[in-house]
C-alpha cells in the first residue's frame, strides 16, 4: 500500500488508508520525538481525500527552533530513518523511512511558523477548503507523470507554479 522507488513517479488515486497508516506514524513519531514536537499534521497529496498521490506520506512536524532540528538529526537516525540535513538551505530536517528503492514517508521536520511549515499547512488547508482546485492540480500530476515518470525532480518541479499559485491564495484569503 506505501512505497514507492525514490525516483520514480506513480500516481495512485486516493486510499483512505493513508489517513490510518498517517495515525499510525504520527504515534510512532510522538514517542521518537517525545518533548521535541510541537504539532505533527498529515500533509501533501495523500493528506488531501479524492487526490491521487505518490504512495508515500508526507508528514510535518514542528519543533521550536533550529538547535532542536539539530539535536533530531542523531533522535531521528537513531530510530532507523535516513535523515537529509537542510537546515541551512530550506531550514529543516527530512527524515525518510523505507529504502531508496521503497521510501514509504517523508517526515518534514520544520521549525514552527517558518516558511516551509506554513507553506505545508496552507496548502493542504486551501485544497481541503476549495476543492475545485483539486481537480485542476490532479490533472496537471497526471500530465507530470507521463513526462517524468522515472525522474522525480523534474515532476516536482512542474508542480512548483501550480502549488505557488494556491499558496498566494491562500495567502491572500488568510
Known sequence: ML???????????????????YKIEKKNLEKIMAGYALD?????????PG????PILDIAVAV??????????????KAGYDVLNSIEEKGEILARK????????YIHIEVIGSKYWTNHILF???LLKHREYIKEYEKL???M???????RKQYTAHKNEFIKSILDKAKSEK
Not at 3 to 21: F, R
Not at 40 to 48: A, D, E, K, L, N
Not at 65 to 70: F, I, P, R, S, V
Not at 145 to 151: E, F, G, I, M, S
Request: with cysteine.
Open 124 to 126: 493542504r488547508d486551501y
Open 98 to 105: 523505507g529504502t531508496p528503492e521503497c521510501r514509504t514517508h
Open 141 to 143: 500530476k497526471q500530465e
Open 40 to 48: 505533527i499534521q498529515h500533509v501533501g497529496s495523500t493528506s488531501i
Open 64 to 77: 521550536k527552533d533550529k538547535k532542536t532540528l539539530q539535536d533530531l538529526i542523531l533522535i531521528m537516525t
Open 51 to 54: 487526490l491521487s498521490a505518490k
Open 145 to 151: 507523470q507521463k513526462l517524468y515518470k522515472d525522474n
Open 3 to 21: 512505497g514507492l522507488h525514490k525516483d520514480k513517479v506513480d500516481l495512485l488515486p486516493y486510499n483512505p488508508e493513508w489517513a490510518i497508516e
